[in-house]
């Protein structure tokens, strides 16, 4: 518990390390996950640091493997998924395994130059196949135009008459030019020919039905076999510089039929052929990526840890003999011997004779903060690092926080159905934990709620007991035990229609014992005075929880100010804080506790009906210095002798503790505190604070305990205080006890919101299972079973929707909310920094998150 209680004590350490074993002994930290190091070479470029050389090879690597991956992926092949991290390699594995990744990348280089070639072919020899299938009918037709070429009239025949006036026999045979031309060009294709020929070029065309493969992409494309005709070189010319400006590919193709037919016999024992070089080319390409994939996880984890070191070892400084590499880290202290453990095994692992070694320095900075958690803990830490890091060895609330989070919950989300629910969904996440995490989902709501399945367990399991003890389970009460009350003197009608049953606890229907557990199931009849006996009920409810909440933030105090030995901070801060919120408001919780003994419906101190007086009014008056009304055959209207001498004593001491706490601490500071000689504190060491800016009340003074350990010291004790102007202690007090003053009030009042959620969620529930399920328990016709299914089918849904998800996201944002200011803001400063170890785990889950 003390891990979680407080951070743990950490030390600032100076590692000597020998250069040939460095490597091992950042591995071996990075493995463990307990070192934060410091940069001692801030002030150099990142290209001029000692192993920028090892970091540009990795570099290298992780661009292969990259590029590696891209083709397993893009030929689909499984990349297996693993949850084992190997360790880093040494130096002569690294020589191994980028010369086996330049094998590799070679390799996969050339089976898909060779591939892209192969399919370049293949390509050419389908597109020529289709071009001589397509064009035995284009040659039929002009063949046909030839011969009838000089009776000819039609537009076509025309289009083919040279400008001059010559006859066709003059000018020869047509000629023509064959080829492929992707779809899409086809019309501008067109225009283009018709435009350079004046008209003078005959255009045929076929759609391929079938898509080709592009070699490049692997995508489809859609091509269209052409023809052109046409009279003249010139005019050939001009066709084929507009058929390359189109990127039309030229083939040749046999006039006569017979050479067509042989040429497309040859093509297509050439493309077999292809086709079979094509596949044991792909098999080959297969079986090497496969193998690839096997390993490709381990090697990127090993890359990527290989980097992690040198990133870190350019943070090492060397002396000045250049024979020795020195690091600055924070480290806790329980974990000194560790350190020292792993440096004597780098050093004999590597053979060296000089060993390394590690020396605690003293410093007045503010050291990280670091809580040990582990996997249930875990997100109620994140729930308060979320409002702000804990000062160095200050309280920490998580502790606390795993009881009273679900319990304030469970108050307002009291349902013992619903909280069934949530136990069952935190349950299945808890049991599967270890199968769920081997899924790494990318959706960020699933994550958020597996990240809080112990959170979510505890919610249910408390709004569960919450639940019993309202009585509630969706909206219905239970009657597992005898119910206290009767129905003597009622009868059947009464009881179960008239909507303006009241329950008297002094007549003779009660008998004067309480129900075994919770609330007696008899109130879910009493539909005129139900409302007011819950409202009253978890009203003082909520003002006693929280008030005692409040009590023991305020409690929490004194253990830090016990802890950074601040003994004035107990007198003139917390005493009188206490004072102030017992004196008031815990008055207020004993008067109702005292109105429920002394103003029972068989009490016997009762001086008659109708004679218990407000609490609510009494407290007012007391805060008015106003007396309570006095009403005819109770009394003076105070509940107990001398009350109202008591509740003004209680004022007075409550309004003398306001300016202890506006003047104390800085008349104490200016008067007696500054006649102290100052301390001396030990020099900084460069930049603890790694460039991060720390608020002004964030830096501790420390010093050492004379065991290395960091002894610090804040407030009142610390030096920086001292330099403090006084009118800036006055306004500084003052923020802080206007800030106190009141905010006992407003967040005693803070407090209702668990009566107020308890109420909604109640009626919430009521509404539904009248408005909807019980529409489909009121059938009773053989359309009964269907509309049931139906009704319970919607109830279920908006069960689901609303109650749990919705008032349950609700209920945990006012918890959360009641925590963070209510409870936290009395003892919780929150000004600290997280600990940030090298650790190759939290490396590779960034790297991980940020591919997704």
Not at 202 to 212: D, K, M, T, Y
Not at 538 to 559: A, C, D, E, N, W
Not at 800 to 822: D, K, N, P, Y
């Amino acid at each position: 518990m003390g891990a979680l209680f407080r951070s743990e004590e950490m030390a600032l350490c100076q590692l000597f390390i020998q250069p040939e074993a460095a490597y091992s002994v950042v591995a071996s930290l990075g493995e463990a996950g307990v070192v934060q190091f410091r940069d001692l070479n801030a002030g150099v470029n990142a290209f001029q640091r000692k192993f920028v050389s090892e970091v540009r090879r990795c570099d290298e690597m992780e661009r292969k493997l990259r590029y590696i991956e891209a083709e397993v992926l893009k030929d689909k092949v499984n990349i297996p998924e693993s949850n084992e991290y190997p360790f880093a390699p040494n130096p002569r594995e690294i020589i191994d395994l980028e010369a086996h990744l330049e094998r590799t990348e070679s390799e996969i280089l050339e089976s898909s130059h060779n591939a892209v070639n192969l399919k370049f072919n293949f390509l050419e020899l389908t597109e020529l196949k289709h071009l001589l299938q397509k064009t035995h009918s284009f040659f039929q037709e002009t063949v046909c135009f030839q011969q009838q070429e000089g009776a000819a009239t039609g537009s076509d025949s025309q289009a083919l008459i040279s400008d001059d006036g010559q006859t066709p026999a003059s000018r020869g045979r047509l000629g023509f030019v064959a080829g492929v031309v992707p779809r899409e060009r086809v019309p501008a294709f067109e225009r283009m020919l018709w435009r350079i020929s004046r008209g003078n070029v005959f255009l045929r065309q076929a759609e391929l039905e079938v898509p080709l493969e592009d070699p490049n992409t692997g995508n489809e494309i859609f091509k269209t076999v052409f023809v052109a005709f046409f009279q003249g070189e010139q005019l050939k010319s001009r066709v084929k510089k507009v058929c390359s400006g189109f990127h039309a590919s030229f083939y040749p193709c046999p006039s006569s039929h017979e050479e067509r037919l042989e040429t497309v016999k040859g093509v297509k024992t050439r493309l077999e052929d292809l086709n079979l070089v094509l596949n044991q080319t792909q098999e080959h390409r297969k079986r090497v990526l496969t193998a690839v994939a096997k390993e490709l996880h381990n090697w990127t984890v090993m890359v990527r840890k290989m980097k992690a070191i040198y990133h870190t070892m350019n943070l090492f400084n060397m002396d000045v003999t250049k024979k020795c590499l020195i690091a600055e880290c924070w480290v806790p202290v329980k974990d000194l011997n560790f350190i020292r453990k792993v440096l004597a095994d780098g050093a004999k692992e590597m053979g060296s004779s000089i060993p390394s070694f590690l020396n605690v320095i003293e410093t007045p900075e503010l050291p990280p903060t670091f809580n040990r958690t582990n996997k249930f803990t875990a997100g109620f830490q994140h729930l308060i690092d979320a409002y702000g890091v804990a000062t160095y060895r200050e309280v920490n609330p998580a502790l606390y926080t795993i009881i009273t989070f679900p319990f304030l919950f469970g108050i307002m989300f009291g349902d013992a159905g619903h909280g069934l629910i949530l136990f069952i969904f935190g349950a299945y996440m808890v049991l599967y934990e270890k199968s769920l995490m081997r899924k790494k989902s990318n959706n960020e709501i699933w994550n958020i709620f597996f990240g809080g399945r112990y959170i979510i367990l505890l919610m249910g399991v408390f709004s569960f007991y919450t639940g019993i003890i309202y009585n509630d389970v969706f909206s219905k009460s239970l009657n597992v035990f005898k119910s206290q009350w009767s129905v003597t003197g009622y009868n059947h009608s009464t009881v179960m229609t008239n909507h303006y049953l009241q329950l008297n606890p002094s007549t003779e229907q009660y008998s004067g014992l309480p129900y075994t557990i919770g609330l007696d199931p008899v109130w879910q009849l009493a539909e005129a005075n139900k409302i007011i006996f819950m409202n009253s009920f978890k009203m003082k409810l909520s003002i006693i929880f929280g008030v005692v909440h409040m009590i023991f933030g305020v409690s929490l105090s004194v253990v830090n100010h016990l802890h950074f030995k601040q003994p004035m901070n107990i007198i003139l801060e917390f005493i009188p804080q206490m004072i102030f919120l017992v004196l008031l408001f815990l008055y207020m919780v004993a008067l109702m506790f005292t109105k429920w003994i002394m103003y029972g419906p068989t009490n016997a101190f009762i001086k008659g009906p109708g004679c218990a007086p407000s609490v609510l009014i009494t407290f007012i008056n007391m805060m008015l210095f106003k007396e309570n009304t006095k009403v005819e055959h109770c009394g003076d209207g105070y509940m107990f002798e001398n009350q109202k001498y008591l509740q003004l004593s209680f004022m007075i001491i409550s309004l003398i503790c306001i300016p202890v706490l506006l003047l104390g601490k800085p008349v104490y500071l200016i008067f007696f505190h500054k006649k102290s000689p100052p301390k001396s504190h030990s020099a900084s060491n460069g930049d603890l604070n790694q460039g991060i800016e720390l608020q002004p009340d964030t830096q501790l003074n420390g010093a050492s305990n004379g065991d290395g350990v960091i002894v610090t010291s804040e407030g009142a004790e610390g030096g920086e205080e001292e330099e403090e102007p006084a009118v800036e202690l006055f306004i500084h007090q003052a923020i802080h006890t206007i800030e106190y003053v009141l905010s006992t009030i407003s967040h005693t009042a803070s407090y209702l919101r668990l009566w107020a959620l308890s109420l909604a969620h109640a009626q919430l529930s009521e509404v539904l299972w009248n408005m909807v399920l019980r529409k489909g328990l009121k059938f009773h016709s053989n359309w009964g079973a269907i509309a049931l299914t139906a009704t319970f089918c919607a109830w279920a849904i908006f069960t689901l929707a609303i109650l749990v998800m919705m008032e349950g996201l609700s209920a945990f944002l006012h918890t959360l909310r009641l925590h963070w200011v209510e409870f936290m803001s009395k003892f919780y400063t929150g000004t600290g920094y997280a600990f940030a170890p090298f650790s190759f785990k939290r490396i590779l889950e960034t790297e991980e998150a940020s591919e997704e």
